[in-house]
């Protein structure tokens, strides 16, 4: 059964190139390291079949001066195939190598022309022609392209040299065009750094855009100016009354200075402060007064007094001064609203709102000096509006802008009470002078250069630890507990009694009855309650009077 391989007699080794095929010389090769090196001989014009007989074909003449000297057959270079594997490129065992096989092109892709013998070596890669139109296939005999001669097909490769183009393999080439020089690498460079040049300029450009919203200039809506004050009762209205009375003290001495502040009493240029205030100053020392305007003139000590921490200076040469109105601390009542008006640590014109915590607070400051001549006694008006170092002296003021009190004292977290507050800062408890108390002293002091303290004429006990104050057993330049004549005497007090009230308000302390007793005038006269022999005894005393200091 025939099953489509060849049924003719198989291809012998022995064949020749047919023909008019031309036979290609091997070159000689000069023989290495001295041995020597047989050429290779073409082989004989006849052909012969693998069985020894003559195949059919023309013979090759031979040269004339070869004609009479014989020539001996090559011997093949390799055993016969068995399998009758027929060679590649020209038949014989003298074919030279075939080229080299490239993959087969997909179609339609334009392949290069052949290569033609030394000439293509010499010119190089040759460029692809245009692909050629279509012909049709029914194509008239007088319009058919006539046929291209073909260059030999037997060309020398040399796989070394990197020069000479290979038969059948396309030049290298990338993408068609030519290597790239210099200068097209100088423009790609160019081209990358335009694009990240670009890609900074972008950046900078979105992120203007987004924190700015656009290129457009930002504009955001305000509220229009307003020609209206505020209500007098307001916090504003009442620091723009306040303001221009009040000023800001700087004090100097021999030893130390301070800074305080004071209000407008009269149109004289008195002007109403803390004796803890001018203290630093003494008797030879400066006082500087600015006004809330910026305005500064000096001030001279009109009067003090320790006993209250009220002092009374005065501006001369100054016009235009208002004075600031005094209001009634007996109206004051808890949970009114106040405004504090200072210049804590030297920051003037500031304030600061709150409202009444308290009244009739009994507190004691000073006793720097030892012999408790400095101690202040002040039945105060307590507030929780902030106060600090720098505002004693200022006004407290109502809603009426009306001062109702004198800021004197704060209680610090770190060093307790102290009419000069201590450097911690407020924490919402300070003090204020009550004005009624602060208008007779500053009436005393312009009039007469002194305050007058109401007194009862007797001498307590400060070492006592109960409840009450505790009339002592002697004074303490040895004479009587309960002066001679005195208030306290007329009205039947004597040494050892136990006073625990004061127009029925208790007391708890030897502290608290001086300043229950100082917040009157002298000649007032004041209900005492107190206790002698276990029995509760009522009393009444006329208030004597006694020059401070």
């Not at 037997?154 to 393999?169: C, E």
């Not at 200039?217 to 009442?238: H, M, N």
């Not at 915590?357 to 408790?372: F, H, M, Q, Y």
Request: net charge negative; with cysteine; charged share 15%.
């Amino acid at each position: 059964m025939d099953d489509g391989k060849p049924t003719g007699p198989k291809a012998t080794w022995w064949s020749r190139p047919p023909a008019g095929r031309a036979i290609p010389q091997e070159p000689e090769v000069p023989p290495a390291h001295g041995g020597e090196v047989t050429a290779q001989l073409p082989p004989v014009a006849d052909e012969v079949s693998g069985s020894g007989e003559h195949a059919p074909g023309p013979a090759l003449a031979a040269p004339a001066d070869q004609a009479s000297v014989p020539q001996e057959r090559p011997q093949p270079l390799h055993e016969p195939d068995e399998y009758s594997t027929p060679p590649y490129g020209g038949p014989g065992p003298w074919a030279p190598a075939p080229p080299v096989q490239l993959p087969t092109p997909a179609h339609g892709t334009p392949l290069p022309p052949p290569y033609a013998g030394q000439q293509a070596r010499q010119q190089g890669p040759q460029s692809y022609p245009p692909p050629q139109p279509h012909q049709p296939q029914h194509q008239q005999p007088h319009q058919q392209q006539p046929p291209q001669p073909q260059p030999s097909q037997w060309v020398q490769y040399d796989p070394w040299n990197t020069a000479a183009p290979v038969p059948g393999q396309q030049p290298l080439t990338y993408h068609g065009e030519p290597r790239p020089t210099k200068r097209r690498r100088a423009g790609v460079a160019g081209a990358v750094l335009l694009a990240f040049a670009g890609c900074v300029l972008g950046g900078a450009v979105g992120a203007y855009i987004e924190r700015n919203d656009g290129f457009t200039s930002v504009e955001l809506p305000q509220a229009d100016r307003e020609s209206g004050g505020r209500a007098p009762d307001s916090v504003a209205g009442i620091a723009a009354s306040a303001l221009p009375s009040v000023v800001t003290l700087h004090v100097s001495g021999s030893d130390e200075q301070g800074t305080g502040t004071g209000f407008v009493l009269d149109r004289q240029g008195h002007i109403l402060t803390n004796n803890h205030v001018v203290q630093p100053a003494g008797s030879s020392g400066e006082i500087s007064v600015t006004f809330s305007g910026g305005q500064t003139a000096k001030a001279e000590l009109v009067g003090k007094d320790s006993g209250y921490d009220l002092a009374v200076v005065k501006v001369t040469g100054v016009s235009g001064l208002k004075p600031l109105p005094l209001g009634n601390s007996d109206n004051v009542r808890v949970g009114d609203p106040v405004v504090a008006i200072g210049a804590p640590f030297d920051l003037s014109n500031t304030v600061t709102s709150g409202i009444i915590s308290a009244k009739e607070r009994p507190i004691t400051a000073g006793g720097e000096s030892g012999d408790g001549s400095d101690v202040s006694y002040v039945d105060a008006l307590q507030t929780d509006a902030p106060i600090n170092p720098g505002n004693s002296g200022g006004p407290l003021v109502d809603t009426r802008a009306r001062v109702i009190g004198i800021n004197s004292a704060i209680r610090a977290a770190d060093s307790g009470a102290g009419l000069d507050g201590g450097q911690s800062g407020s924490i919402g408890l300070g003090f204020a002078i009550p004005i009624n108390q602060g208008k007779r002293v500053a009436e005393e002091l312009i009039n007469t250069g002194k305050a007058t303290h109401p007194v009862i004429g007797v001498s307590l006990d400060m070492e006592y630890a109960g409840d009450g104050a505790r009339v002592g057993t002697k004074a303490a330049d040895g004479g009587p507990a309960v002066t001679p004549g005195g208030p306290g005497a007329k009205a039947g007090i004597q040494a050892g009694d136990v006073i625990t009230a004061v127009d029925g308000r208790r007391v708890h302390s030897g502290e608290e009855l001086i300043v229950k007793i100082r917040a009157h005038r002298p000649g007032d006269r004041l209900e005492l309650t107190l206790l002698r022999g276990g029995r509760e005894r009522t009393l009444t005393v006329a208030l004597g009077s006694a020059d401070g200091t």
